[in-house]
């Protein structure tokens, strides 16, 4: 069976240091990755996605970027972190080959940035 | 962008009864998904409809689909308080892998 891990599940950073979240999946290959942003008690913004190793689609001009460094990894990062940058972050993957595009989500991160 | 706008924001009932969330959206679509989120956690995948489908069911769960109307509903029967979560509709418009979801329902089941 498939799972999908995200890490650190909580994460304090002061505003203007580094940002590095990590997604990995198991029990697939080549899936689809995705990384979102939920704001409190909103809906889930989409930040990036990924078909492939190396290959990253931004949909939100931001602070932020994004990695695809293996197949099963995808890596969330920032430079300089902004107050605006707190929030929920979601990694998803899907089955690139299936045509529903059902996405299953991990546990989530969340950010403060003070 | 969010495409799909939920109503209502918030929906509280009493355990056993029925409740109805509705999902509009505004471009041609693939197929509708519905998802649950449990407060601080992640997303989980309800069911899918696709855009020739008009119902389809799970367990306690029912959805519509009017392409006509661009909107869709869940129904939940004989809710219980295991329920209590908030309610993502998320359209596939079948362009570059994506879905696009929308604000939300958070329901509230009392016993």
């Known amino acids: 069976s498939q799972t999908i891990h995200q890490w650190p599940a909580t994460l304090v950073q002061p505003v203007g240091s580094p940002l590095s979240l990590e997604c990995t999946v198991e029990?697939?290959?080549?899936?689809?990755l995705y990384w979102y942003r939920q704001a409190a008690g909103r809906g889930l913004q989409l930040l990036f996605y990924?078909?492939?190793?190396?290959?990253i689609s931004s949909e939100v001009p931001q602070n932020l970027s994004a990695s695809r460094p293996q197949d099963r990894q995808f890596i969330l990062s920032s430079k300089k972190l902004l107050l605006s940058d707190s929030g929920f972050y979601l990694c998803?993957?899907?089955?690139?080959?299936?045509?529903?595009?059902?996405?299953?989500f991990g546990p989530g991160t969340r950010l403060t940035v003070l | 962008s969010q495409q799909g706008e939920e109503d209502p924001q918030a929906l509280s009932i009493q355990e056993g009864e029925n409740a109805t969330m509705n999902c509009s959206y505004k471009?041609?679509?693939?197929?509708l998904q519905w998802y649950r989120q449990n407060s601080g956690r992640g997303l989980v995948h309800l069911i899918l409809?696709?855009?020739?489908?008009r119902e389809k069911h799970s367990g306690r769960l029912r959805v519509t689909l009017d392409t006509s109307k661009k909107s869709s509903s869940l129904l939940i029967t004989a809710s219980r308080a295991a329920d209590t979560a908030s309610y993502f509709c998320?359209?596939?418009?079948?362009?570059?892998?994506?879905?696009?979801f929308g604000t939300g329902t958070r329901l509230q089941v009392t016993l």
């Open positions: 998803a993957w899907s089955n690139g080959r299936s045509s529903y595009n059902e996405q299953f």
């Open positions: 029990g697939t290959s080549n899936p689809n």
């Open positions: 990924s078909v492939g190793i190396g290959q």
């Open positions: 471009t041609s679509i693939n197929n």
């Open positions: 409809i696709r855009s020739n489908e």
């Open positions: 998320a359209t596939d418009a079948g362009t570059a892998s994506k879905l696009t």
